[in-house]
């Protein structure tokens, strides 16, 4: 029987979701089973996703504007990480500080490392990606590569080429069976970000600015945009995401390292791709998705088998469904 393309598209959307209700069904049998530790894996699962969602948005935001992958935004996460790591042991607070004392540094932490990394990532594109605006599309890809060697190699320079330690501020106190309070503060500051990058692309007027480069530069331009201050605009976002990504990374893991952003870096564009590269909220469903997938892995089947499922997950997606879960919906593109 011969079916057309749409009828073929209806079948495989049909079968992935009969196969993702399978999937719950069984997730359903083994939260039954043991339920407190259903409970703990999706925390720290959300929390992953979340981490994720702030370095894959940067990935997507950058791709509907210039249709770039910049695979340095990884390592400028990397970097939040990193200094804030410096500033926490600089300023001598530990694990046993004032809960004040701890709270007015992760605030300082936040904010400078915010403003640290946007300032990076739009360096980045001034210096590396601008002078190659209208090269062909390989040149700046492989600028990117080449960035994201020099970042972590000054990293390295740096910090040193060993793990680094992060005082433990959060604690592994629990607030409700086995919920940790540094998973509830990753969710809940991701949370507002998250929701106030939506607002900013879609309510305000730069937003539209970005929205309608990411449409067609050359109309953008015609119509009066600054194209140029645009796209700085919108690496100077994704570098504030990522700064605050790397802070509650190091947070949370109490450790950092100089080649930290390779592994998350590919996780968080495996997230955007796998929600719909150049679609905002395809990048954090696609991240959410990504963290709940392997903190299940990570409990049911085994830690070593964690990037085996996400990628064939990936995988499979691409070939059944090359534009992601939500496709390139246009009106939700950076």
Same mark, same amino acid.
């Not at 990884?74 to 600089?90: E, K, L, Y």
């Not at 692309?201 to 530069?217: C, E, I, L, N, Y």
């Not at 509650?248 to 952003?261: D, I």
């Given at each position: 029987?011969?079916?057309?393309?749409?009828?073929?598209?209806?079948?495989?959307?049909?079968?992935?979701?009969?196969?993702?209700?399978?999937?719950? +069904?069984?997730?359903?049998? +083994?939260?039954?089973? $043991?339920?407190?530790?259903?409970?703990?894996?999706?925390?720290?699962?959300?929390?992953?996703?979340?981490?994720?969602?702030?370095?894959?948005?940067?990935?997507?935001?950058?791709?509907?504007?210039?249709?770039?992958?910049?695979?340095?935004?990884?390592?400028?996460?990397?970097?939040?990480?990193?200094?804030?790591?410096?500033?926490?042991?600089?300023?001598?607070?530990?694990?046993?500080?004032?809960?004040?004392? *701890?709270?007015?540094?992760?605030?300082?932490?936040?904010?400078?490392?915010?403003?640290?990394?946007?300032?990076?990532?739009?360096?980045?594109?001034?210096?590396?990606?601008?002078?190659?605006?209208?090269?062909?599309?390989?040149?700046?890809?492989?600028?990117?590569?080449?960035?994201?060697?020099?970042?972590?190699?000054?990293?390295?320079?740096?910090?040193?080429?060993?793990?680094?330690?992060v005082p433990d501020l959060l604690g592994n106190a629990t607030l409700f069976g086995n919920v940790r309070l540094k998973d509830m503060f990753v969710i809940l500051l991701t949370v507002p970000l998250l929701y106030g990058l939506n607002w900013f692309v879609s309510s305000t007027?730069?937003? *539209?600015?970005?929205?309608?480069?990411?449409?067609?530069?050359?109309?953008?331009?015609?119509?009066?945009?600054?194209?140029?201050?645009?796209?700085?605009?919108?690496?100077?976002?994704?570098?504030?995401?990522?700064?605050?990504?790397?802070?509650?990374?190091?947070?949370?893991?109490?450790?950092?390292?100089?080649?930290?952003?390779?592994? $998350?870096?590919?996780?968080?564009?495996?997230?955007?791709?796998?929600?719909?590269?150049? $679609?905002?909220?395809?990048?954090?469903?696609?991240?959410?998705?990504?963290?709940?997938?392997?903190?299940?892995?990570?409990?049911?089947?085994?830690?070593?088998?964690?990037?085996?499922?996400?990628?064939?997950?990936?995988?499979?997606?691409?070939?059944?469904?090359?534009?992601?879960?939500?496709?390139? $919906?246009?009106?939700?593109?950076?």
């Amino acid at each position: 029987m011969n079916l057309s393309a749409a009828q073929k598209q209806i079948y495989i959307d049909r079968s992935g979701q009969a196969t993702a209700g399978i999937l719950l +069904m069984w997730l359903l049998l +083994m939260a039954a089973k $043991n339920p407190a530790a259903f409970a703990a894996q999706t925390t720290i699962g959300l929390t992953y996703g979340a981490t994720i969602a702030l370095i894959a948005l940067g990935y997507t935001m950058v791709y509907g504007i210039i249709e770039l992958i910049n695979f340095a935004h990884a390592d400028v996460f990397m970097f939040g990480s990193m200094i804030s790591m410096q500033i926490i042991v600089t300023t001598g607070i530990t694990a046993d500080s004032g809960v004040l004392a *701890k709270a007015a540094i992760i605030v300082v932490a936040l904010v400078v490392c915010m403003v640290s990394c946007a300032t990076i990532n739009v360096v980045i594109e001034k210096i590396a990606y601008k002078p190659l605006r209208n090269a062909p599309p390989l040149a700046p890809l492989i600028t990117a590569i080449g960035m994201s060697f020099i970042l972590a190699n000054l990293a390295q320079k740096i910090w040193g080429p060993s793990q680094v330690s992060v005082p433990d501020l959060l604690g592994n106190a629990t607030l409700f069976g086995n919920v940790r309070l540094k998973d509830m503060f990753v969710i809940l500051l991701t949370v507002p970000l998250l929701y106030g990058l939506n607002w900013f692309v879609s309510s305000t007027k730069q937003g *539209k600015a970005m929205r309608a480069t990411a449409q067609d530069q050359g109309a953008a331009a015609i119509m009066g945009i600054d194209v140029n201050r645009t796209i700085s605009l919108t690496f100077l976002l994704g570098g504030l995401l990522a700064g605050a990504g790397g802070v509650m990374y190091a947070l949370v893991n109490t450790t950092t390292v100089w080649n930290s952003g390779f592994k $998350n870096g590919l996780f968080a564009f495996t997230a955007a791709v796998l929600g719909g590269i150049g $679609n905002l909220t395809g990048a954090v469903v696609g991240a959410i998705m990504l963290g709940l997938i392997a903190s299940y892995s990570s409990l049911y089947i085994g830690d070593r088998w964690v990037d085996v499922v996400i990628f064939s997950i990936l995988v499979i997606v691409l070939v059944f469904r090359p534009t992601g879960l939500l496709g390139e $919906n246009s009106v939700a593109r950076a």
